[in-house]
């Protein structure tokens, strides 16, 4: 298991920017992940929004985001980001880093996809 913290989050204006940061602390270093961006708003169901694996290869987007939102790794192998461009109110949500040892496909970004390490969250408000 490994430890994750998202920072990043708070409330633009429609239009504008955040950069999402997700710190890894754990056997990162070692290993090769599936690290992903979801998003949850009060009355909705978990959304995948971005993933990527950190052995390299694809990068997988909801069709919601799809060039908006960029998910990228540090240079450090254990921080994960995403940049979240073109910001909609329909954005607004609380979004979470998730990570697991294995490697990525679409199906990362399933409502249902198992990962084994969760964040806490951080909240995104984009008011119109």
């Known amino acids: 298991q490994v430890q994750l913290m998202e920072s990043g989050g708070g409330s633009v204006q429609a239009g504008g920017s955040l950069r999402l940061s997700c710190a890894g602390h754990g056997y990162f270093y070692y290993s090769n992940y599936c690290m992903a961006w979801f998003r949850q708003a009060p009355v909705n169901e978990r959304e995948g929004v971005a993933a990527l694996f950190t052995g390299g290869g694809n990068t997988y987007y909801a069709d919601s985001v799809e060039g908006r939102f960029t998910i990228s790794q540090g240079n450090a192998k254990n921080t994960l980001y995403l940049q979240m461009n073109s910001l909609k109110p329909e954005d607004t949500a609380m979004y979470y880093c998730?990570?697991?040892?294995?490697?990525?496909?679409?199906?990362?970004?399933?409502?249902?996809?198992?990962?084994?390490?969760w964040g806490q969250g951080t909240q995104v408000t984009v008011s119109s």
């Open positions: 998730a990570a697991d040892r294995a490697p990525c496909t679409v199906a990362a970004l399933s409502p249902k996809a198992v990962f084994g390490s």
